[in-house]
């Protein structure tokens, strides 16, 4: 069975981070519509419940600090309970303290490679087993245009998207023997919460936009093909690599 344009996904169980908004608030969306059961993660309940409520009988919310490392277990055996153990996880929670380097701070430092780096691995870490004993899984980690190039404000956040990208290798060396493919997009300028104060400015994303093959600025709706791409069938001979979903901008 076909879900529109989507590659069908029934039977397989989404882990979704960073679900309350943006690209990863998306991303849940676009899986539960290709039939998978979306487990979507978030600190804010309230957020969470919108997401849920489009769809009800695909998604359910369970709201969490997922800075609290030593809580991931504990998260990975909730988000089993409601349809079985995840074999499709997203990481797309993350962190832009955009502080200038002479101003990085210990503690912004921390936060930003916990969040973007440090969890979303050993949060694969805790769904791996189940993945392997299904023979199947799909790991989808969110990588940047940082991973590549050095944007002022953001030494730490390109650090921690840097090491995504080399992570998400060394995850599909460790990992694809067991049907586990492990790859990660690379999204260019898209407008979420997270970049709010760069679309804000209608000179930087004209700008932004002008930088790009294509010419425009991304649209939610870009991102749908990629994703759908990694967490299906389709890529199960695609592993260790980062999809740059930019319009072309790391081409240039």
């Not at 290709?34 to 969470?48: S, T």
Request: some cysteine.
């Amino acid at each position: 069975m076909q879900h529109g344009d989507y590659p069908d996904l029934s039977g397989h169980v989404a882990l979704v981070t960073g679900a309350s908004s943006g690209l990863g608030r998306h991303a849940a969306l676009v899986l539960a519509r290709a039939g998978a059961r979306v487990i979507a993660i978030a600190r804010r309940a309230e957020a969470l419940a919108s997401l849920k409520a489009e769809a009800p009988n695909e998604i359910v919310a369970l709201p969490f600090d997922l800075s609290d490392r030593e809580g991931l277990a504990d998260l990975a055996a909730q988000a089993a309970a409601p349809f079985g153990t995840p074999d499709i996880l997203v990481n797309a929670a993350g962190v832009n303290t955009r502080e200038v380097a002479d101003e990085v701070t210990s503690e912004g430092w921390d936060i930003t490679m916990n969040l973007n780096l440090a969890v979303p691995f050993f949060l694969s870490q805790h769904l791996v087993p189940g993945m392997r004993t299904k023979g199947w899984g799909r790991i989808v980690n969110f990588a940047s245009l940082q991973s590549y190039r050095a944007f002022p404000g953001g030494l730490s956040y390109g650090a921690s998207k840097g090491g995504v990208a080399q992570m998400t290798r060394a995850m599909a060396e460790a990992w694809s023997r067991d049907g586990i493919t492990a790859n990660a997009i690379g999204p260019g300028f898209f407008r979420t919460e997270l970049t709010a104060a760069v679309f804000d400015d209608h000179e930087r994303a004209a700008r932004n936009a002008a930088q790009s093959c294509i010419g425009r600025n991304g649209e939610l709706e870009d991102l749908d093909g990629p994703l759908l791409f990694f967490c299906s069938d389709a890529c199960a001979y695609v592993t260790g690599q980062i999809l740059m979903l930019d319009g072309g901008f790391t081409a240039k």
